[in-house]
């Protein structure tokens, strides 16, 4: 059955699927951010690597003080990041892909639930999320264990239509 979990104006709406899917909608204040949404399916490493994998995280140039004093962004610079002041970009590299910004939230995303130590089918979708509300939604899911199930080798030989195994 979906989940879905609610902070503020943001939310994560998890479904079950047999594949793996991320609807993802982020909206800033900025001239070059603004709403983007991206849908990814992983499919293969090769579409993974060039589709996300290489996205910057990014930040606000006036954050950036008050970051570093709380011990964050202790490996930030800006060869690993993407700095926007209310002009544009403050890096001398340009985005390396279109839709960079929601991309890297995707990246976020996925490296938050692959902390469960499992491969995870699921679709998600996504709007204003961050690692917060990644940690939550899946602490709903796992809470209770009628919202997940551990696939066996046997499960995987097997296809899946409406929650019914049928062999191959």
């Not at 979708?125 to 066996?152: C, F, P, Q, V």
Request: include cysteine; charge should be negative; aromatic fraction near 12%.
């Amino acid at each position: 059955r979906p989940i879905v979990f609610k902070m503020n104006d943001s939310f994560v709406k998890a479904s079950p699927s047999d594949s793996f899917s991320i609807d993802y909608t982020i909206s800033y204040d900025h001239n070059l951010i603004k709403e983007q949404r991206f849908y990814y399916e992983l499919k293969d490493s090769n579409q993974f690597k060039n589709l996300i994998s290489n996205c910057r995280t990014f930040g606000f140039k006036e954050e950036v003080d008050s970051l570093r004093k709380k011990g964050l962004i202790a490996g930030g610079s800006l060869d690993n990041a993407i700095v926007l002041d209310k002009e544009g970009i403050v890096n001398n590299d340009k985005l390396r892909q279109e839709n960079e910004f929601v991309k890297h939230k995707i990246l976020d995303f996925i490296g938050d639930i692959y902390l469960l130590g499992f491969s995870v089918k699921g679709a998600f979708e996504i709007y204003k999320g961050g690692h917060r509300l990644t940690h939550e939604i899946m602490n709903s899911i796992m809470s209770d264990e009628s919202n997940w199930h551990l696939a066996t080798e046997e499960d995987l030989n097997k296809k899946k239509y409406n929650n019914t195994y049928y062999t191959n």
